[in-house]
C-alpha cells in the first residue's frame, strides 16, 4: 500500500509538471549574450489590458514592475525591485525610463536594457500580465495583506482601511498597482508588490494548498496560464525563481538600488535616478555576492 501511494505521488506531481508546461505562455526575451557567473532571473509585470483585469481605456503596454532576483556565485540571493521609471540608457533609443524600453521592443529590449544597467546577463525571463495576479491569488484562497494607510484610490481601485486584511485577487492587483495615493510612489508601489508576492509564495508552499489535489491542480492552472517565459525555460526554472525570491525574503536581502531623487526632470518627464546615475557599485557589489540589506534600503532623504 505505502509503495502504491509513493507511486501515485510521484505520477500526481509528474502530471501538475508537465501540465503546467504545456500552458505556459513562451516568447524570444533573451538575447545572445554572453553569461555571467550564478543565475539571474527577471520577474516583470506587463500593465496590457488586453486580458480584461483592468478596463479604463488604456491602450498599449509597459512594464508595469521589474524585479531582478539573483543568485550570486557564493550563493547569496537578492530580489531588487527597479523602479519602472528609472533612469536608463535602452540600447538603440538613449536615455528614458526603464518601463520605456519594453513599450519600444517588447521583452527583448526590457533585457536587453536591464543587463546594461545591472552588468549581469539574464537566464531566465518570467512575466506575469495584471489579470493572472489575480486568478493566482484567487487559487491560494486570497492573502494576508498589509498597509498602515487609509486608501481610496480611484486610479487603482483600491479601498482600504489600515491594517492587515485577507485580500482577494481583485484587492491584490489593486494592492499591487496603486502609487497616486502612496508619498512613495513607485517605490511604495514596489514594497507592496513584493509583499503580495510572498505572501502568495508562501500560501502557496502551505501543506493545505499542496497536499490538498484540488488546490494544487486550480494553483498549477492559474499560475501556468498567467506566465509567459522565455523559451528555453520551464515549470521547473518558475519553482526555482520562486524558492530564490523566498530566500531572498529570510534574508532580508530585498528592495531596490540606492536612490537620489524619486523626481529627477528629463527629457522623458519625471523619473527616478539612481545614485551615480546608474548605482555601478551597487550593482558591481549585487554580482560578487557582497550586498548587506544596508545596501537595499537606500532612499533620498
Known sequence: MLAFLLVAVLAWIAFLLWDANQHLGR????????????TTYLLTGSDSRADGAVQDGTEGQRADSIMLVNVAPNGQTVAVSLPRDTYVEIPGYGWDKLNAAYSYGGEALLVQTVEALSGLSVDHYVEIGMGGVGEIVDAVGGVELCLDSDVNDSYSGLVWTSGCHVADGTTALAFSRMRYSDPLGDIGRAQRQRQVVTKTISTAMSPSTLINPVS???????????????????????????????????AGLTG??????????????????????????????????????????????
Open 256 to 301: 531596490t538600488p540606492p536612490i537620489v531623487s524619486l523626481g529627477y526632470e528629463t527629457d522623458a518627464g519625471s523619473a527616478v535616478l539612481l545614485e551615480d546615475t546608474t548605482a555601478p557599485d551597487f550593482f558591481a557589489s549585487l554580482r560578487a555576492g557582497t550586498l548587506t540589506a544596508e545596501d537595499l534600503a537606500s532612499l533620498p532623504g
Open 216 to 250: 494544487a491542480f486550480r494553483l498549477e492552472r492559474a499560475g501556468a496560464g498567467a506566465l509567459t517565459v522565455d523559451q528555453g525555460s520551464s515549470v521547473v526554472d518558475v519553482a526555482r525563481l520562486v524558492l530564490a525570491f523566498r530566500k531572498a525574503g529570510d
Open 27 to 38: 516568447t524570444d526575451a533573451l538575447p545572445a549574450t554572453a553569461d555571467t557567473a550564478g
